[in-house]
């Protein structure tokens, strides 16, 4: 049986083939991914973020942003596992939001560093809160 080499327009279809093989491999099993891609362009008075510089790495940087009751965070880590947020606890004596980080699960994650803005009706000012970040302890 003779062999032929992936030469022109073979090579350009198994090349398209493989990627895609992929690019599904990347897509998480759960899903569409929560949140939405990129950095949200005016999302209000930034809030101080802090609790996850002190703890094990994360799988995300992240930045909070309030305005009219509304919290957004923007964390910044892999495209295809996101660092998903979700406020646990808002504790107004305190001027404090705890929110947890759990990083989304797939079978592969991309080493890029992208954007994703979540947002949450808090329904109150918190323009002087601090956003306190624990890990959910999901692993990462």
């Given at each position: 049986m003779a062999r032929y080499p992936l030469t022109g327009g073979r090579r350009w279809v198994a090349t398209v083939a493989a990627a895609g093989l992929l690019l599904t491999g990347c897509a998480p099993s759960g899903g569409q991914l929560p949140g939405t891609p990129g950095a949200s362009p005016a999302p209000g008075s930034r809030l101080d973020v802090a609790g996850y510089e002190d703890s094990p790495p994360l799988p995300a940087a992240v930045q909070a942003y309030e305005e009219a009751g509304v919290l957004t965070v923007i964390t910044t880590g892999s495209s295809s596992c996101p660092a998903v947020?979700?406020?646990?606890?808002?504790?107004?004596?305190?001027?404090?939001?705890?929110?947890?980080?759990?990083?989304?699960?797939?079978?592969?994650?991309?080493?890029?560093?992208?954007?994703?803005?979540?947002?949450?009706?808090?329904?109150?000012?918190?323009?002087?809160?601090?956003?306190?970040?624990?890990?959910?302890?999901?692993g990462g």
């Open positions: 947020p979700e406020v646990a606890d808002v504790r107004p004596d305190e001027q404090l939001v705890i929110l947890t980080i759990t990083p989304w699960r797939a079978e592969f994650c991309t080493a890029d560093m992208a954007p994703r803005t979540f947002t949450f009706d808090v329904g109150r000012d918190l323009r002087s809160f601090t956003v306190e970040v624990q890990s959910s302890g999901d």
